[in-house]
Structure formats: C-alpha cells, structure tokens
C-alpha cells in the first residue's frame, strides 16, 4: 500500500508496547501460518494414520512386489529365448520356445491383474487414510474452544482442512506408489543384471551413485524453492479472497488500480518462484538422463566388448540393454515424486501443529446430570462461585466474580466495552471455562456436563447472525432438529419473523444463499432468535442480540420475551437500554466486577451509573 | 443438519454447459499462448528431436549387435558405443532444453491468466460477487490455472510428441520386420478405444469428485464461520455427522475413479505385453530359422519397449486435456461475464450529457445543488422479472449540506437504496444526480472519489490500521487525516494495539471486535473529508457511551457534507438534518424527526415502537 509509511516513527517498534487491549503478544504464534509443532508431531501423525491399515498396506506392497516381478521377468525371458530358445529351436526342439510363449503370456496376465489389484487397493487405504485425516481435523477444529477459534482466523483454518490434506492426497495418489515403483524396480532390475552378469550388475550398480548424489542435490534446492514458492502462492491467495470478499469497499473506495498493482506484485513473485521452481527440474532431468545415457552406453560397450571376445552370451546382453532402459525410465518420476513429498510434508507439518492443539473447554469424561426441575418453569438456578478468569497471554478479566441468579430471573447486564459482560456471558454459556472457580447451574459445575445436556440448559445468542447454507426453516431448526413445521413457525410468529419470512420467494423454504435469498442483518438476528426459542433452554444469554434491530423489531422481540422469558433464566447484555426494562434486575459491570446492582427501577431512582445511563438513553428517543 | 443440503447441481459454476468438445474449448487459450507460441513450438520441435533420438538408440544397437560383435571387431564396439553416447547426451540436453524453452514462459502464461481473472473479477458488478462464493472464484484462479500451465507443459506437446514418436517408432518396426511390426500393433486399436471410452467417463466421475471436494468445502467453511452457534447449540457433533456423510460420499466417488484407473490401467499393461510375447515367440522362431538377424529382434524389442511410455501414456494425457477443458470452461465462465464499463461512460458522457440539460459532467460543478433521486426504480439483476421491485418510484432530495437520515422497516430496501449512490448497483430505471450530474455519466472512479461509504459489514483488509483508514482519502492523505479520522471515530484504541496503527488486521492480522471493525470503516468513510457521505447504520455495534461520543464528533463532519444516513434509532436520526421514511421500496415521507413523529404513524412506531400503531 502507498500510505502505508505514514505512521509516527517510533510506534512500530515491539518495544514500546502499551499493554494491548487484545490478549496479545506481537510474537504471538498464532499471528503466524504455522502454529508451533512439538517435535516428531508430524512424523507422530502420520504413523497414527497408517497404523489401522498395517495389514492392507502390507498386502499392497507384497502386490507391487509381485507386479514387478511379472513386469521385470520380461528382459529374462528374451535372454533365455535368444540363447537357449532359438539354439533348441534349430534341433527342433518346441519346449524352450513355448515356454518362453506360455511364461510371457502369463507374466503379462499377471501384470495387468496386479496392477488392476494394486491401485484398488492402494485407492482404497488412500481414501481411507484422508478420510480419517479430514474427520480428525474437522473434529478437531470444532472441539477446540473459542478463544481458539478468535485467535486463528478462520481462512487458516479452512486451508488447513482443503488444500493441505489435499496436497497429501496428491503424494498418496501418485507419488507414494510412483516412490515405491522406483525403489523396487531398481533393487529388482540391480539384482537381475547382477544375476544375469556379475559384472554389468556392478556398472548399473555402481551408477546409482551419482544419480543419489543428484536426487539428493535436487531435493535440498527444490525444498528451497518450493517453499518460497508456496508462500508466495499463499501471499496470492489471500490477496484474492480478500479482494473478492471485500469487494463492496473496494469499489467504493476505489481500490481497483491499487490492488491490481499489489497483486500484480504477489503474482510476479510467485510467477519467479515457479518458473525457478520449474527450472530445477529441468536441470534435475538433464543431470539424470545424461547420467543414465552414459551408463547405457558404457555398459553396452563393456558389454558387447564382451560378446565379441566370447565372454559373454548375446541375449544376457539383449537382456541387460532392456533392463538398463527400464532401470532409468522412473528418474524424471522420482524427481515429481519429491515435488509432492515437498508439499505433503510441509502441509502434513501444519496440520500436526493444529492438532497438537488442546482445547481448552474439554468434555467431561464421566458426564454429570442436572437434577430434576423443582417446579414447573424451565428456569434454573445460576450461581459463579468466586470465578477469576483471565485470558492465556495474561490479564485478567475477571478478578473474583460472585454472582447468583435464582431460577427464573431476567438479569440485565450493562456496562462500557471491555466491563467484562461478555466474558461473563461466555463463561455462562462454557464458551471459556474459568481460571478458578466455577460456575454452577443447579448446583452442577458446567464442567460436568455433557455437550447435549450442557445445551438443553444454557443456549446463547451472539450479536452476529451467521446463517448456514440451506433453507429458513433449516436454520431455525438448528435449535431443535427433531422440531416439527409448525413448531419452527411457532418460533418465528412468537418472535416477530414469520411476516419477512412468508415474503420471501419460497417462505420458509427459500434457500439463503441462493436467488431472492437477501436476507438483511436485522432479519438474520431475528432468524437466530427463531433459533434460540425453538431449542427451549433453562437459561438464555443474548448478547448483543438485538442489535441489528429497528425499533419495532427489538420492541415484538422484547414483547415475545417477556412471554417467553417468563419462568426461564435469561441474561440479556445490550447497549440499548430499553431491554433493560424486561428485565428483573440490572447489573452493571465495570473493569470486571458489579458496581451495581438492583431492580431497574431502584436503580433509576438512585444515582449511579445506570440512573445516569439511564437519562442519557431517555433524552436520545426524544 | 442444514448443511448437508448443500447440494452440488445448484451452484453457480455448473449453468448451462454446452456440449462444446474439448478442442474448441481449449483453442480459447490461444490469446494467452500467443505470446509464447515461439517458444513453446520451438520446445515440441526439441521434444520430436529428442524422442526420435531415443529411437535410433535401437537401430545403432542392432549395427553392433549385427555388425562388429558378431564379427568380433572391437574397434566397431567403441564406435558403436560412442554414437550411443552422442546419443544419449543429445537426448538429455535437447529434453533439458525442452523445460529450459518453456519453463519461464509457461509460468508467464500462468500468472497473466490470474492477473487478468484478479483485474476481471474487481471490475464484475457486485450482483455477479453476490452470486459466486469467493471459494468458487478462487479455486478458478489457483487449481484450474495451475492445471492450464500442467496442460499446456505436458499434455499438449506430448500428445503431438508421443503421437510422431510412435508414428515413428511403427515405421522403424515395420521396416525392419512387417510380420512383427504388425504383431505389435494389434493391442494399439482396442488399447486407443478404452482410452477414449474411460477418458469420458473419467471425467465425468472427476469432475463429480470436483464437485463433492466444493460441497465438503463448503461444510468445512461453514462450520468455522459458525462456530458460535455450533458450540453455542451444541450442534458439533450433527456437523460432525453431516461432514462424515459427505466425505464417505467423496471417499465413494474417489473409487470409482480408482476402479476406471485401475482397468485403463490393467488394460494398458496387459494388451501391450501379450503382443510384445507374441512378437518375442515369433521372433525367436525367425532368428532360429535364419530369417532375421539377432540384433533385429534386439533393437525391435528394445523398440517396442521404448514405444510402451508414449503408449502408455496417451490415457492419462487425454485425461489431462480433459480436465484442462473443464479448467478453461471454468475460467471463461468467469471472463466471459462482463465487467462494469469504465471507460464507456466516460467517452459517451458528452453526448449524454448534451441530451440532457440537468447533466453536464464537464464543467465543474455550475452549481450545489446535493443528491438528487429521479424516478429511481431498482430491481436485482438476478430476481424473477414478476417480482415486485426492490426500490420503485424513489424521489428524493438532499440538499447541499444538509444529512438526511434513512429510516425504514427491517427489509425496507435501504441497504439498496445506499448501494446505489456510488453505483454499486445500476439504477433499472430513473437517475440519480449528484450536483446535477447523472452518476450514470460521470465515471466510476470519480463518482466514487466524490462519495464516501461506510458499510454495515465493516470490512478490514489485510494492511495496517492506518492504511486501512488512509484508503478512503486521496494520495496526499497523512498522518494529520489518519488521527482526525481516528479521533471522529472514537477509534484511540488503534493506539494501544501492539504496533499502534501500523498494527497489521485483517484475515492476515489481528481480529479486531465487531465495534472495533465498525469505528474504523467509520474512519475511513470520513477520512478524506469526502464531498458526499453514505453511512449504512455505522453506529449499530458501538456501545451508549461510545456512540454518543461518536455522534458528537460526527456532527462537525457532517455539517460540511451531504450526507445520507441510514438509522435504526431516534439517536442515529437526530445526526440528521432531516428524514426519509422507506416503506415497501418507496419513500413514504421526508420532514424533520419531530414532525414525522408528529404526523407519521409509521414512523411513530419504527422509532418508539409505540404499541398504538403496531395494532
């Protein structure tokens, strides 16, 4: 960017950190792609995924090994019908030649069917090793906690789970068996020349050294490359989806010109990259041909030196040409082979790094009860007992918190930025669990529930309103998913959203990602309202959840509260004051602790912060 | 759970393919590969060379063979051997020169294909960006670009290669023995046919893997961005479940490709083989009954085996070219759509101009006269052309100056109606003027240098704090407009971020709270002290103290600049001069807040949602 540069000099220095608003360090690891990975982690992983296939792995090698035997038995049989099969043939004797008819029909059967055998196979424990690999990290991904899931952003978290296992998938697809191809055919094809001519063997033998040395040299400069190459692709990326994710302020703001420039920076870089990246291979493939062309032909000179001095058979030679042929075809192959080991490794390394990740808010391992409800109302009782809580990079939110609510009450809670009110409302909800201390519905400790009972006690509704593809009524039925039609209309009636929703295309059916499907922010807080309602929980914590709402929309959500809220407990944070009034009793919160606390109406009356707030919010509907 | 209906037919990239074939598909390419075109056939002519280089590797065999060994002369051993080295360097240098010809340029080719998809798909309405997920536009400009540069590096030069080589390859054979050249033959015809008959259905089966991976995607995504309410709901393990099902699914696909792989590649292999025995047996049988020489059935052998790769390999080729097709048709989909026209506005805008005496967008501004609505009806380009419009009948006047809020139900259209003043989207019919200028003649980038706009999704890019301020103002802006700015937004917490306001945010960056992310788009929005403003609810996120804070300073901003307001609530409105009430897509009033208060039911209930009118 060109404005960049114009910050105060001295502001950019790590040093002079004021204390961060943020539960941040600049060093901060999750600031960066790869987040820290203890060591053998990758290799850890990957051992964990093949273990449950160790038997068809097996089996899946031992077919390789029987494939190529079938496929290097060619050259054998032609040595053998040159200098035994025709010989017998001129004393008219058929047998050497049949067998060499019968014994090349059957190594071709057997080729073909192996590998026929061999890539179902070798698909199938493939298939199944992703699969396992994209269930690991999804699972993952979704039981670790929030504070996680705020720190690294999602379009890291979303390449993890695409492009990375994907990138797996091309060294598991092609390169492993193209690996493993290479490295049997040469211990074969070695082993044979050996067999044929001890000599010749060692010639072959002894050429596999320079072309190491070559695989070697390759594989250090290629790593290089590749991996300023796939930052600069992931530079690429990120340049694109923000664009085009952005893409209202970039118009309006102009910002075409400037980010075709930007962009046609990252692109070149990465243009340098790949052509660099490009040539190493070419240079990898001229060093290995001309290392096998020059073995061919000094072995073919050694050899029909030989076969001209009579030391030598003419078909072990005819024999040792094929197989020299076959022995340095999969060079070019090897050096492919090492571009997606490259990747995989790299991508395989990030992943171990996000699963080496613990959460934070773990699941009971033996899951408490709730005990049965004292009196009809759904309500129950919510007490944080001497709860600190502060973030993992320091400061403390929540110095010692002690707060009840009996079953049933609707407290408001209200206080500036930064008072803690949604800490508060996340701990409720076990979003965080507290540094000390604990926060009990019932009597239970949250930490003691299971996820579906913790649910069908606590349920909150956040300020931003994401929808998931498919239709409105799906959406709703997020908060219930056995709920019946009528029920999700039932929900949305009580809450004021059936009437924009019957005006959509389809109603209820209308898909909201796709044709008519605009659905306003206000219209989408009213959706997770919907939602909220319609899973019926013993406690209801909305935070911000009104915000997107015009007048009359907060107003028949405040009026379906107080027939939904009634006998439920509800904690409800707002900036707008008028949810207050719903409300039994208000508490106002300041750097982490109550500063007040009482019926809203003892609270105007007095002269606190609220009775303050309370005036300026009054004047401001004037 | 809802996601799994996230259903593969329906999205975007899948309309209407026709049945154009491959070729004619890919000869769209052509505009890019021009520039290169030197290069590249330069590097096939090296590729012919060279593949034909290995194939009198054989024929020099079967002289010594024939020649110095079976007449024990040593002399022609070394010389045997020494063309055979020549050879063998000239093949591996001319394939050396091969990826040395193309390596540069095809990266070239690569990089100008997104370059020209990036510039494309910024200047495509929003309607279009409306419609694609990013993650459809993306996969476009990395997967399928990187599929174009394999192609047109392998597939495409191969298959001419491969084609020359065995054409070759063949005639050598048939020269030196037809019987055996015509034994090797046979499996060519049926190994081409399934080639051709997997190669479709291959690419059927890929491009519905292709599809599932988007679908999986797309849970993937989803379940990151609504972590909240799956965790908030206890809904992770239905995900969990939904996920399972649709990678088992993905998992079932990618077998079945595996399964057709597996026969090609049975086929391949066993076809080609049994007619190799075949010529070995009736080699053999000639060799013995003096009718050919050793070292032909040699170099034959050695011929056929070096044309088994460029056999081989014709399957995987077409397939290659198969998925490049689909790349391209991808690719085009998306170029094919037309960008919002730059420049044309600009060149007709005299003649429009003179057609109209309102408008006269070259002289500077004759005279204040603010934003004007005509007759503005709107209808989304993608909406069923029965539906009512979104906007219709729009007649509206703000002043020079003056601040006019914009109030309305929830889904009143007034995000729209903002939309429209920096011609996000086109007006369907009537005229907005600014000034007396038509906004439909002045340029883009003027009007949108003229109107300033705060969003109600605060977008952040990957930058600093202080660029992402600074780009809503000219070149010239500083430090002094980054701090004005700032301090307008009640944004000082930009200060106490590790690095200040060069503090990197965005995807790339720190995360910033939804207020924080509102305060800067605010900043922005005010930064370049813009001539006109559209604040879309800029103050919904922000809490009572910081929002009176802001208003207050808002108020200096607003009163040298016209500007259009959108608002929920009486405290937003009263920023403004005067207020437009929004109902249905019309505009229902315009007065002062009092006297609509006073004189408008409607507007009684949206701002004190006064019970009386909502019976």
């Not at chain 1, 079953?407 to 996340?426: C, E, F, H, P, R």
């Not at chain 1, 919160?589 to 809203?600: A, H, L, N, R």
């Not at chain 2, 086109?426 to 600014?434: C, D, F, N, P, Y």
Request: aromatic fraction near 6%; glycine fraction near 8%.
């Amino acid at each position: 960017m060109t404005a960049t540069t114009a910050t105060a000099p001295g502001k950019d220095q790590p040093g002079e950190d004021p204390p961060a608003a943020e539960p941040r360090t600049p060093d901060d690891p999750f600031d960066r792609d790869v987040l820290p990975t203890p060591p053998g982690a990758t290799a850890a992983l990957l051992r964990s995924l093949l273990a449950p296939m160790k038997a068809r792995v097996a089996v899946t090698t031992l077919l390789l090994l029987l494939q190529q035997a079938a496929v290097q038995a060619g050259p054998l049989l032609v040595a053998y019908a040159i200098d035994s099969a025709v010989p017998a043939f001129r004393h008219s004797d058929l047998g050497p030649l049949i067998a060499v008819g019968v014994g090349y029909l059957l190594c071709a059967l057997a080729s073909g069917a192996l590998q026929y055998a061999f890539i179902l196979l070798s698909a199938r424990v493939n298939q199944d090793v992703l699969l396992d690999l994209r269930g690991r990290i999804f699972r993952h991904a979704q039981a670790l906690s929030l504070d996680f899931h705020e720190r690294y952003t999602s379009g890291r978290l979303i390449s993890r789970s695409t492009t990375d296992v994907e990138s797996l998938r091309e060294l598991l697809d092609e390169g492993l068996q193209e690996l493993v191809t290479v490295i049997l055919s040469f211990v074969y094809i070695s082993a044979m020349l050996l067999w044929l001519d001890l000599g010749l063997g060692a010639v072959a033998v002894a050429s596999l050294v320079p072309l190491y040395l070559l695989v070697r040299r390759y594989r250090r400069r290629a790593a290089r490359v590749y991996t300023v190459r796939s930052t600069a692709i992931a530079a690429v990326i990120v340049k694109f989806v923000e664009t085009m994710n952005g893409i209202r302020p970039v118009r309006a703001f102009r910002r075409e010109a400037a980010n075709d420039a930007d962009f046609r920076t990252l692109n070149t870089r990465h243009e340098r990259t790949n052509g660099d990246a490009l040539l190493e291979m070419a240079q990898y493939v001229v060093g290995s041909r001309l290392v096998a062309n020059t073995a061919v032909a000094a072995i073919v000179l050694w050899g029909a030196y030989r076969v001209a001095g009579g030391t030598l058979a003419l078909g072990v030679l005819a024999a040792a040409v094929l197989f020299l042929r076959r022995l340095y075809d999969p060079i070019d192959r090897l050096g492919m082979f090492l571009n997606s080991y490259q990747s995989a490794a790299a991508s395989l390394e990030k992943i171990a790094g996000l699963l080496a990740q613990t959460p934070t808010v773990p699941e009971p391992a033996t899951p408490g009860q709730l005990p049965a409800r004292a009196s009809e109302h759904p309500g129950r009782e919510v007490v944080f007992d001497g709860v600190r809580f502060g973030y993992r990079t320091g400061g403390e939110v929540l110095p010692r918190f002690d707060l009840t609510m009996p079953a049933g009450q609707t407290v408001a809670v209200v206080g500036s930025t930064g008072a803690g009110k949604s800490t508060l409302a996340k701990l409720l909800a076990r979003f965080y669990d507290p540094s000390d201390g604990r926060v009990l519905l019932d009597g239970v400790d949250l930490r003691e529930l299971a996820v579906p009972e913790l649910r069908r006690g606590v349920v909150m509704v956040t300020q931003e309103a994401f929808l998931f593809s498919g239709t409105v009524a799906e959406n709703i039925a997020i908060g219930r998913p056995d709920a019946t039609r009528e029920e999700i209309e039932q929900a949305a009636k009580a809450i004021g959203a059936h009437d924009f929703i019957s005006s959509l295309p389809d109603g209820y059916d209308t898909d909201v990602r796709k044709r008519g499907g605009r659905i306003s922010a206000g219209q989408r807080q009213l959706v997770a309202f919907a939602r909220a309602l319609l899973a019926d929980p013993a406690v209801l914590i909305l935070d911000e959840a009104t915000s997107s709402l015009d007048v009359p929309g907060e107003r028949a959500v405040q009026h379906a509260m107080s027939t939904v809220l009634h006998g439920r407990t509800a904690v409800v944070i707002a900036h707008r004051l008028s949810t207050v009034e719903i409300a039994d009793r208000v508490l106002v919160m300041e750097d982490g602790k109550i500063v007040e606390d009482g019926t809203p109406a003892e609270l105007v009356a007095g002269t606190g912060r609220f009775a303050d707030l309370h005036r300026a919010w009054r004047d401001s509907l004037a | 759970m809802v996601t799994t209906r996230a259903t593969a037919e329906e999205s975007p990239d899948r309309t209407d393919r026709t049945g154009r074939s491959a070729v004619r598909t890919l000869l769209r390419l052509w505009p890019y590969v021009r520039p290169v075109r030197v290069r590249l056939f330069t590097a096939a002519a090296v590729a012919i060379v060279a593949s034909c280089l290995a194939l009198v590797i054989p024929l020099v065999l079967k002289w010594m063979v024939d020649g110095p060994v079976a007449d024990r002369d040593p002399a022609g051993v070394w010389l045997g051997a020494l063309y055979l080295l020549l050879l063998g360097f000239g093949e591996a240098l001319l394939f050396g020169l091969r990826r040395w010809l193309v390596a540069r340029p095809l990266a070239g080719v690569e990089a100008s294909m997104r370059a020209d998809l990036y510039r494309h798909l910024q200047r495509l309405p929003v309607a279009f960006h409306d419609r694609w997920p990013s993650g459809q536009l993306l996969s476009r400009g990395t997967t399928d670009l990187m599929l174009l540069r394999m192609f047109l590096a392998f597939p495409l030069t191969f298959l001419l290669v491969n084609s020359v080589t065995i054409l070759v390859g063949v005639i050598i054979m048939l020269l030196q023995d037809w019987t055996l050249g015509l034994v090797i033959l046979i499996p060519a015809v049926p190994v081409m046919v399934t080639c051709v008959v997997f190669e479709k259905r291959y690419a059927s089966v890929a491009r519905r893997a292709q599809d599932q991976v988007g679908d999986l995607t797309t849970v993937v995504e989803e379940s990151v961005l609504g972590i909240r309410i799956i965790k908030g709901f206890g809904r992770h393990r239905s995900q969990a479940r939904a996920f399972r099902e649709l990678s088992r699914t993905l998992r079932g696909t990618e077998l079945r490709k595996a399964r057709l792989l597996a026969t090609i590649w049975g086929v391949i292999v066993t076809l080609p083989e049994l007619a190799t025995g075949a010529a070995l047996v009736l080699g053999t049988v000639q060799v013995a009954d003096g009718e050919l020489s050793a070292g032909t059935l040699v170099a034959f052998l050695s011929t056929a085996l070096a044309l088994r790769w460029p056999v081989d390999s014709i399957g995987f080729l077409l397939a290659m070219s198969q998925e490049a097709a689909t790349a391209t048709e991808r690719y085009f989909e998306v170029m094919d759509e037309s960008p919002e026209t730059d420049e044309t506005p600009e060149r007709d805008a005299p003649q429009r101009g003179a057609g109209n005496c309102a408008t006269s967008p070259h002289k500077p501004a004759p005279h204040n006269d603010g934003i004007r609505f005509h007759n503005v009806r709107f209808r989304y380009p993608d909406a069923p052309e029965d539906s009512p419009p979104t906007l219709d009948n729009i007649n509206l006047h703000i002043r020079p100056g003056e601040s006019m809020a914009l109030v309305g139900a929830t889904g009143s259209g007034k995000t729209t109606l903002t939309a429209l003043v920096p011609r996000l989207h086109e007006v369907t019919s009537g005229r907005i003027t600014l000034d007396g200028h038509d906004i439909s003649a002045l340029p883009r980038t003027s009007l949108r240098a003229l109107v300033a706009v705060a969003f109600e999704e605060p977008t952040l890019f990957s930058a600093s704090v202080a660029d992402n301020v600074l780009m809503g103002a000219g070149d010239g802006a500083g430090e002094p407009d980054l701090e004005r700015a700032l301090a307008v937004a009640q944004a000082g917490f930009a200060h106490t971020l590790p690095h200040g306001t060069a503090t990197q945010v965005g995807e790339q960056g720190l995360s910033l709270s939804g207020g924080q992310r509102q305060r800067l788009a605010l900043a922005r929005a005010v930064v370049g002290r813009p001539r006109f403003l559209v604040l879309d609810d800029p103050l919904s996120a922000l809490d009572v103290h910081t929002e009176a804070a802001v208003e207050a300073a808002l108020r200096d901003v607003l009163a040298e600049t016209t500007a259009l307001i959108v608002a929920h609530r009486p405290s937003t409105v009263l920023l403004a001069d005067r207020v437009a009430l929004l109902s249905e897509g019309r505009i229902a009033a315009v007065g002062t807040h009092h006297e609509l208060l006073r004189a408008n039911a409607e507007y009684a209930h949206l701002m004190a949602g006064t019970e009386e009118a909502d019976r």
